[in-house]
């Protein structure tokens, strides 16, 4: 693993600016690193660990990157089943416990201060968008596996290692969403998290918003109400075309999709998916009371190829870390190598009438 690899592939990472009507926000990395660990392959996953690494998913395990030197330890092996977790599909992390999960377990939970496995369930019964946890406490983003059964439960939430029976459910969609909520697959279908103070967020790619939750179910306001615009009415076609990647790709490709939900220490961040004839990059929308966005900020990463191009994101502070990889096989992540990419909030250059 080479550990300073800054200048990866610039025509490819570093966008070029665009013309806004009134504000252009853009944010560059201040690191760039190929992963080149025949391990990370497929990478399409991270999460901070503490202020000096990162937990990243890929096809080997979940694995511990520290960010000083490129150190790479294995944290989960993909084998042997029941202890291993292979081609992870997302990983989040609240510094003391790690979870995880791919088409084969629903949830995985490892104890970074012990290094030991704390669950693992198997055979699930949610089909899982995105997984969130916070001390003790799971926060599950999908809809039942089994049809029929609160079929449009979407957010749910239990103690670590509980059974299924145990999921409490915090909120469920609409009947006009639930056939949406139920195509909804990852990297697309929507995030999870728990914020500092406790406070649950989602978003999904079959409601607008960013709807919010105490710990005891209770509602709280939700955030960008009025974003419609994030909402994918042919998002049942994704699951249709499961075979077909141009067809998935066309519907994907229509709108801005919401990838990813971060907690900055600028407020909550949606990580928006944009696409633009033969380019795709993506975009922080921070969502305001109001209905709409306050603030939107265009990440300085792109893809030239409609068909792919995935991120997901973390933040910690001001820093905020992102895996950039490019899908060109209808597997997953693919082709080129996954690249880590590290924002610092701090470092927004501005133009037009973007204040102060």
């Not at 080997?60 to 042997?80: K, M």
């Not at 728990?194 to 709807?211: F, H, K, L, N, S």
């Amino acid at each position: 693993m080479h550990g300073h690899r800054h200048a990866v592939a610039i025509a490819l990472l570093l966008a070029a600016p665009r013309l806004f009507a009134a504000c252009e926000e853009t944010l560059r990395p201040a690191l760039v690193r190929e992963l080149t660990a025949p391990a990370l392959k497929y990478a399409g996953s991270v999460a901070w660990l503490d202020d000096e690494a990162v937990a990243i998913g890929a096809a080997g395990g979940v694995f511990e990157y520290t960010l000083a030197d490129g150190a790479l330890r294995n944290l989960v092996p993909s084998r042997p089943i029941p202890h291993g977790l292979g081609n992870v599909e997302d990983v989040a992390s609240d510094g003391r416990t790690l979870v995880a999960f791919n088409d084969d377990y629903s949830d995985l939970a490892y104890d970074l201060t012990s290094a030991k496995l704390v669950s693992a369930q198997r055979g699930p019964a949610f089909e899982v968008i995105d997984l969130a946890v916070r001390d003790d406490t799971l926060v599950l983003l999908g809809f039942p596996a089994v049809a029929k059964l609160e079929e449009g439960g979407a957010l749910w939430i239990a103690k670590l290692g509980a059974k299924r029976d145990a999921f409490r459910l915090l909120h469920q969609v609409d009947d006009e969403a639930v056939e949406n909520l139920r195509s909804c697959l990852p990297p697309f279908g929507g995030a999870t998290l728990v914020q500092e103070d406790g406070t649950i967020a989602m978003i999904t790619a079959a409601e607008p918003g960013v709807r919010r939750f105490r710990p005891d179910g209770t509602p709280l306001p939700t955030l960008g109400a009025g974003l419609h615009e994030l909402v994918v009415p042919r998002i049942h076609e994704v699951r249709q075309y499961a075979a077909d990647i141009m067809r998935r790709y066309r519907v994907l490709n229509a709108q801005p999709i919401g990838v990813d939900l971060i907690e900055t220490s600028q407020g909550l961040a949606i990580v928006v998916r944009r696409v633009s004839k033969a380019t795709v990059w993506w975009e922080l929308w921070f969502p305001g009371p109001g209905g709409g966005t306050r603030r939107r900020i265009r990440l300085a990463a792109q893809d030239e190829r409609v068909i792919g191009g995935h991120m997901r994101c973390d933040a910690r502070g001001n820093r905020v870390a992102c895996m950039f990889g490019k899908a060109v096989q209808p597997s997953g992540f693919g082709g080129e190598r996954p690249h880590l990419l590290l924002f610092d909030l701090g470092d927004v250059t501005r133009k037009g009438a973007c204040g102060s």
